[in-house]
């Protein structure tokens, strides 16, 4: 078995960067965009005290966490990931699952990048044990991070280890509470660039790439192939100016399609016409000589398609004679639609923004109008590949604020919006045409033979009760006073409408599970994928090798090479793409499928490696960065020969290093108390470990492929995560959920939570620093000005030192007399606290505030002053 390799430079990379690492850190973007809601001041509410809200919920965390996990919301989501991730085989196959790609990436923060495909296929195709490699060169974190989530471990069959899979699944569901966060993101980032003077030309305005991403976009522009000068002309064109540029420009590209474009169609419909007249005389004429014809009226016939074919052929042009000749006019004819159809998107565009003919923006009023903005709004959540929250409470206030405009039932099904969203609210099947929903509508239920009653089958009970929401007449109109429905009713349909909203979404999900995926999952030998035609173009077309034409038995001998070895077949081909190919698979040189036994999976070891080493180095020296690469190249080189549990336990210097990696004291914890939660059963809730507080003791021992005897056992086939990464990552769900909730009610409460979960990764001042939710509560605990955030960050951070010893945050007391210390100021900053003993803090006056002198005065008292 090939020894794992640890570089020094790789491992110690880990030392001044946080490792995301126990379900108690998410990327620093995501972070920074999370927590910065929470730290809005709640003023002047009347509350519980902050301490009181943030007690309850850590005096028995466990619980508070149970209670998320049993939300419908966090179960649907996060077994659909479940379910699914592990049939992906390849890169391409999960770059191409929209859902289970665009859920990775929101994961880990990187939502923003989740268009650029190919230069995430970069980084997931990294070695992440080579220094040299793509997201080990890349300076943000965040992708190195996702690259260890999806390295592949080439050892197994699968695209991903089974360590990656509950990573992933933790890191989505980190972010899930707020699963349509980034698209709000991008509307409140544009209204904002386009209002109060941000954007003061054109030019910056089409030079910003992250507007454009959002509004080209919405007028049918593309944001990375346009034409620079086209655009800008017709954005500072006057509209009411019938010589504008944008103005001449649509009705150019009009008299285009109503003149040489009307004349195309015409010689294509004459064209069409002749040949179908053709195809007539042939069909007659074979006629002529069936038994029984009748002939006279056969000829009759042919010779009046003869006559229609002769006339049609004279009106044509002799250039427009051939089909290849008419294939050239269809061309002509799509770009005079598409030259159309770009004039009038530029026009809608340009009326939107106001921009004056000298590309400035507005001296006074808004570049763009408030009822513009919402239209964006609405257009860019409907265009989503996937209807989100936000998208469906917009479906849901049009429908509220329309239902009971319309007097028929025509009329209200001939809305396309209103009969979408009726067929979701009421779970009729999607395709229903308007005939039969007008017919349901339409019944009366009180008449046995109704359509309604009588019809629908299994879909019966749905028929019923959209006719039930309704209140038309069997004619479709309404009695005299009557309204399309009650307000109960329009509750009722708006309830099940959020209920059901994303049903199809994961139905169609569901669907995606490809004939490839399932042989994959089943196959034990490579002639197994080489004999199914299906599986081999989806696995060719994976690597672009679709087209090569490589015959049966060369692929064999390419899938059953060792990479490894510079004079293999594959390696001899000097095609890269082979070489991905292998990558992908398992297959031995027997052409038997393999997968490696390790009590650890490579990509474990890797990511407690790199835990390890953060440890140790985090407050330490250089020495000391150096002999904790040192000990992780040990734990490495001797998790390979680990055959039992008992080879394992017996290493102290192993289990030390696992222990310290996990962020656990080995001093606390006893040989025999070890072995006891490592054969605890991890699927029984009642289990000594599950019965444990510390959720780090389960996520420790699932990283193990130990058996109920304490044998190390070969990693169930097909399966991208380990069980380690599963409960690592739910426990990151269910915390970072939780925050959330809380956060709702009293942002405080949100914050100290969230410096809680985080305070264990926290290793230096400049980590506050950088994390704004992480310095609001330091500030707010130790009432630094808020005047001292324009100092020098060296100046800051000496500051914080003065007031804050980062390594008091690892000791369970200090933090939570600092949180204790944070709750009481927060409220007295924010006027939230209704405690005579606190108010005293704060003035009297109405606009109460305790002075800057003071402020700057308290800052100056060491901690616990």
């Known amino acids: 078995m090939r020894r794992l390799a640890f570089s020094a430079k790789s491992l110690a990379q880990a030392a001044p960067v946080m490792v995301k690492r126990h379900g108690r850190s998410m990327p620093a973007r995501a972070l920074q965009r999370a927590p910065r809601a929470a730290a809005v001041k709640a003023t002047g509410r009347q509350m519980a005290s902050t301490y009181l809200d943030y007690n309850l919920v850590v005096r028995d965390m466990k619980e508070s966490i149970n209670r998320v996990s049993q939300q419908k919301m966090v179960e649907r989501d996060t077994q659909y990931y479940k379910d699914n991730i592990g049939k992906v ?85 980190a972010n899930i509470a707020n699963a349509d966060s980034v698209m709000n993101t991008e509307v409140n980032y544009f209204n904002a660039m386009t209002a109060g ?22 007028f049918g522009l593309k944001p990375d192939n346009f034409d620079f000068t086209q655009v800008r002309q017709a954005l500072t064109s006057d509209i009411g100016d019938p010589a504008s540029y944008v103005n001449t420009l649509q009705q150019s590209a009009a008299d285009a399609l109503s003149g040489r474009g009307a004349e195309i169609q015409a010689t294509i419909s004459k064209f069409d016409e002749r040949s179908r007249a053709s195809a007539q005389i042939k069909t007659l004429t074979n006629s002529l000589f069936q038994p029984g014809a009748d002939q006279a009226a056969i000829q009759a016939q042919v010779s009046e398609q003869e006559a229609i074919f002769n006339a049609l052929d004279a009106q044509l042009p002799p250039e427009s004679q051939t089909a290849a000749a008419v294939s050239v006019l269809q061309s002509e004819y799509a770009q005079l639609d598409y030259d159309g159809t770009l004039a009038t998107n530029l026009k809608a565009m340009a009326t939107a923004f106001k921009f004056n003919p000298d590309g400035t923006a507005p001296a006074t009023g808004p570049l763009i109008g408030d009822s513009d903005k919402a239209s964006m709004r609405e257009l ?12 469906a409470l917009i479906n849901k206030d049009y429908f509220e604020a329309h239902v009971n405009d319309f007097t028929t039932a025509t009329d209200l099904l001939a809305d396309s919006r209103m009969r979408s969203y009726i067929i979701t609210a009421y779970g009729i099947p999607r395709g229903t045409g308007s005939g039969v929903l007008n017919a349901i509508i339409t019944s009366d239920l009180d008449d046995p033979t109704s359509y309604a009653n009588t019809t629908g089958a299994e879909n019966n009970a749905a028929y019923k009760a959209l006719a039930a929401g309704f209140n038309f007449k069997p004619d479709g109109t309404l009695a005299a006073g009557e309204v399309p429905q009650t307000a109960e009713q329009t509750r009722s349909a708006s309830a099940n409408y959020m209920n059901r909203y994303n049903d199809a979404a994961d139905a169609s999900d569901a669907s995606l599970i490809s004939a490839y995926k399932a042989l994959i999952g089943s196959a034990t030998t490579v002639d197994a994928l080489l004999n199914n035609p299906k599986g081999l173009q989806v696995a060719l077309s994976a690597f672009g090798l679709e087209n090569e034409g490589k015959s049966v038995r060369e692929l064999r001998r390419i899938l059953t090479s060792d990479v490894n070895d510079p004079k293999s077949y594959v390696n001899t081909l000097k095609d890269d793409r082979y070489v991905k190919l292998v990558n992908a698979f398992n297959f031995k040189a027997d052409g038997k499928i393999g997968a490696p036994k390790l009590a650890q999976s490579q990509s474990e070891i890797l990511q407690i490696s790199k835990a390890y080493v953060l440890a140790k180095s985090q407050f330490g020296t250089e020495k000391d960065k150096t002999d904790a690469t040192a000990e992780a190249k040990y734990y490495a080189a001797q998790m390979e020969k680990v055959q039992t549990l008992d080879d394992l336990l017996k290493d102290t210097r192993m289990t030390n290093f696992m222990l310290v990696a996990t962020g656990i004291d080995p001093k606390t914890v006893k040989k025999d108390e070890l072995k006891k939660i490592f054969t605890s059963d991890l699927s029984d809730p009642k289990s000594y470990i599950n019965t444990q507080a510390d959720s780090r003791y389960r996520e420790l021992v699932a990283s193990f492929n130990f058996d109920a005897t304490g044998k190390t056992v070969r990693p169930q086939e097909n399966q991208i995560q380990t069980r380690r990464g599963l409960l690592e990552t739910q426990d990151l769900y269910y915390n970072q959920t939780l925050e959330e909730q809380k956060g709702e009610d009293n942002a405080g409460v949100r914050l100290a939570l969230y410096f809680r979960r985080m305070a264990p990764e926290i290793g230096s001042s400049f980590d506050i620093l950088a994390d704004n939710a992480l310095m609001q509560v330091v500030r707010t605990a130790f009432s630094i000005p808020e005047e001292m955030s324009s100092a020098d960050v060296d100046v800051q951070s000496e500051y914080i030192k003065r007031v804050l010893d980062v390594k008091d945050l690892r000791d369970p007391e200090k933090l939570e007399k600092l949180m204790k210390r944070f709750t009481a100021l927060y409220d007295v900053e924010n006027n939230t606290v209704t405690s005579p003993a606190l108010s005293v803090l704060s003035s009297s006056g109405s606009s109460a505030g305790i002075s800057g002198d003071s402020l700057l005065a308290i800052a100056q008292l060491r901690r616990g002053g």
């Open 380 to 391: 860019y959540f409907a265009s989503a590949p996937r209807l989100t929250g936000t998208g």
């Open 89 to 173: 085989t390849t890169v391409d196959a999960f770059l191409d699952d929209y859902r289970l790609y665009s859920y990775a990436m929101k994961a880990h923060g990187l939502e923003d990048m989740t268009y650029a495909k190919a230069f995430m296929r970069k980084v997931l195709e990294s070695d992440l044990n080579d220094d040299a490699s793509y997201a080990n060169k890349l300076s943000d974190d965040r992708y190195r991070n996702f690259a260890m989530a999806f390295s592949f471990d080439k050892s197994t069959t699968v695209a991903q280890t089974g360590a990656q899979e509950d990573a992933l699944i933790g890191l989505y569901n």
């Open 197 to 218: 003077g941000n954007i003061q030309t054109v030019d910056q305005f089409l030079q910003n790439e992250r507007l454009r991403d959002y509004a080209f976009p919405l």
